[in-house]
């Protein structure tokens, strides 16, 4: 009977640490999608849903890498072109071509990439910090990086992102 009771305990001590480990260590979840050959994730928190390529209405003066708007739900979303910021590609979408309905602050925003590819699941410890692009340090974007060697994924902040472009461009235009 003892025996079988320090078993219990053991048994209940492991998993308590477990627990305690995972809290340290919590999982995360992380959308996988791809723009041209390389694949990024976002926070899964931050998508709302994904939509196969909606008609859009153009806006006439507005960023080059912003599609247009849709109408969804009510909502009048901007959609912006991944492919146009990260590769400065104006490649026509392509049957697998998906908009990522994502969460600025309080903000809806669609993104245009080219495929989503899968849920990733993994430990916080597992997302490596973004690495040194150039003398100015990691692009402000990039914040982590994860994923095996051969398949490493680029944890963006699609919000810095945005407000990069954004500010770039309105320098543009002020040149002009």
């Given at each position: 009977?003892?025996?079988?009771?320090?078993?219990?305990?053991?048994?209940?001590?492991?998993?308590?640490?477990?627990?305690?480990?995972?809290?340290?260590?919590?999982?995360?979840?992380?959308?996988?999608?791809?723009?041209?050959?390389?694949?990024?994730?976002?926070?899964?928190?931050?998508?709302?849903?994904?939509?196969?390529?909606?008609?859009?209405?153009?806006?006439?003066?507005?960023?080059?890498?912003?599609?247009?708007v849709i109408?969804?739900?009510?909502?009048?979303?901007?959609?912006?072109?991944?492919?146009?910021?990260?590769?400065?590609?104006d490649a026509?979408?392509?049957p697998k071509?998906?908009?990522?309905?994502?969460?600025?602050?309080?903000?809806?925003?669609?993104?245009?990439?080219?495929?989503?590819?899968?849920?990733?699941?993994?430990?916080?410890?597992?997302?490596?910090?973004?690495?040194?692009?150039?003398?100015?340090?990691?692009?402000?974007?990039?914040?982590?990086?994860?994923?095996?060697?051969?398949?490493?994924?680029?944890?963006?902040?699609?919000?810095?992102?945005?407000?990069?472009?954004?500010?770039?461009?309105?320098?543009?235009?002020?040149?002009?």
């Open positions: 009977m003892r025996q079988r009771f320090n078993v219990l305990t053991q048994l209940t001590q492991t998993r308590s640490e477990e627990a305690a480990a995972a809290e340290r260590d919590p999982l995360v979840q992380l959308c996988a999608f791809l723009v041209g050959s390389e694949e990024y994730v976002v926070d899964i928190m931050r998508v709302e849903e994904i939509l196969p390529p909606q008609r859009l209405t153009p806006i006439r003066g507005a960023p080059s890498f912003i599609q247009g109408h969804l739900r009510g909502s009048i979303l901007p959609v912006v072109d991944l492919r146009k910021l990260l590769l400065d590609s026509p979408p392509s071509t998906r908009l990522l309905v994502c969460w600025l602050g309080r903000r809806r925003v669609a993104f245009a990439v080219d495929r989503v590819s899968e849920v990733v699941r993994l430990r916080r410890s597992e997302i490596k910090p973004a690495p040194a692009m150039g003398a100015l340090g990691p692009a402000p974007f990039v914040v982590g990086v994860c994923g095996s060697p051969e398949r490493l994924k680029l944890l963006l902040d699609l919000k810095t992102l945005l407000l990069t472009e954004m500010m770039r461009d309105s320098g543009r235009r002020r040149r002009e």
